[in-house]
């Protein structure tokens, strides 16, 4: 499909509703308007709707969860017809949430590429609280099909990648990202002041925090520490002292700001070694020094040393933080290092660029620069119009507001 103004038009398949969910926000979501900048619009369908998601974090409820599923999957057929109007389809994750790979079989056969982007280890189970006993409704095995049928398969780390290669040959990892304008070191109070050791993130990555209850009473426990836990959910820290603060996308920026160190403890499970590390990377872009544990792409993020501490023990969880707390020039220095990755590696308007030209790479008659080839003659961009005519009722064209 050709646009004579030389523009490329995807659509977005993605899970979840829009600016509730860190894998679509820290990619896709907050891309958007650097694509938008280099001649690709996307245009996001959601799978689930703010309803279908209040209603899966319920306990019980089972018909009402099937029937509210059952109706996204028949307005997910609606959105799998019309992808034939697009130059190209992308899948974040999973076109529907539950189930195996039926509609996303049936991309092919309208004729347009599918780049198919994940972040975490999706080909295994992997399912928390309420909904537990029906995790196999994920079909996990069904990324390995969604990498098949895709053209091009974009990844968060190089663990992933391996796994994708399996069943793809056009492979590119491109990492989770931070917009470092919004996420960005503030001043600091008077010193003499507690330091703020912090937690932030899902209620779903909040599980790894709570299996590290004993050494957080600990950690909780040094001179000067204010352990806080920024989430969706207050934790379940028994004999931990700490203060919660509710997570909204309004206030994320400002509260990740106000750590002085940050912490991702982990388990070394298969699970987590797919992880991207998007936490240290959040903290590390405030200035925060990150304390990790050795698991996965953290070993690639953290420099131990230099720009954080990998902590394996519950000793060098606290000779970590503990340095840190004592040694607030030497925790600026790290922070410092840490903002300085960031912004080499893992910054919103590089990664958006790497996904930008893959997704040229994957649409014929694309060029690197934006343009489009038509029947031979190249196309000028003219007007800034994105798809007038597509459908918007639902989802968008335009990221987050930062």
Known sequence: MAHRDGRISVCGLVPYPLDTTPSQRFRIEQWLPHLEAAGVSVHLLPFADA????LLYRPGRWAAK??????AFARRVLDVATTSRYDAVLIHRTACLAGPALL???LPLFGRPVIFDFD??????HTTGVNQRWAWLKFPGKTAALCRLSSHVVVGNNL???YARQYCSCVTVVPSSVDTDCFRPAPKSEP????VVGWSGSSTSQTHLELFAPMLRRLAALPYVELRVHSDRPPVLPGVVFVW???SPATEAQEVADFDVGIMPMPDDPWARGKCAMKALLYMAVGAPAVCSPVGTNCEVVRHGENGFLAATTEDWLAGVGALVKDLSLCRRMGSAGRRTVEEGYSMRGCAARFAQVIRETVPGATSGGRRTLSGRSATPRSPAILPSLPLARGTQTGLPR
């Open 51 to 54: 309803g279908l998601m209040r």
């Open 245 to 247: 603060r509710p997570w």
């Open 104 to 106: 996303e079989r049936l």
């Open 192 to 195: 003499g002041r507690r330091v």
């Open 66 to 71: 099937a029937a509210a599923v059952a109706t």
């Open 120 to 125: 975490d280890a999706i080909f295994r189970l």
């Open 160 to 162: 992933l990648a391996e």
